[in-house]
Nanobody, 123 residues
């Protein structure tokens, strides 16, 4: 089994910063892409940022220039540095990873999700 555990959420004032972390554990051979999604109340879950195993990144237009995604492959961990936070960034942030379990090949990657961490930005 694979688990993703997020941390780093909380309450921050507009203009402030937070850093989210997500660590994957379990029977992992490798991890392909990792990413962060968010879901605000009454909204659909949306992609915030993603990063490949090689370090290529992409961001939603709403966070470009403010958020930075990074990963530590040795620690199976992905980070999201969030700067210049806005009230509209308030949401539950979920970590996602394409995990190749031990004994599997890359095309047998599983889609794993964390339970989410709440980020609240006050105005």
């Amino acid at each position: 089994q694979v688990q993703l555990v997020e941390s780093g959420g909380g309450l921050v004032q507009a203009g402030g910063s937070l850093r989210l972390s997500c660590a994957a554990s379990g029977s992992i051979f490798s991890i392909n892409a990792m990413g962060w999604y968010r879901q605000a109340p009454g909204q659909q879950r949306e992609l915030v940022a993603a990063i490949t195993s090689g370090g290529s990144t992409n961001y939603s237009d709403s966070v470009k220039g403010r958020f930075t995604i990074s990963r530590d492959n040795a620690k199976n961990t992905v980070y999201l540095q969030m700067n210049s936070l806005k009230p509209e960034d308030t949401a539950v942030y979920y970590c996602n990873a394409e995990v190749v379990p031990d004994g599997s090949s890359w095309w047998q990657a599983l889609d794993a999700w964390g339970r989410g961490t709440l980020v609240t930005v006050s105005s």
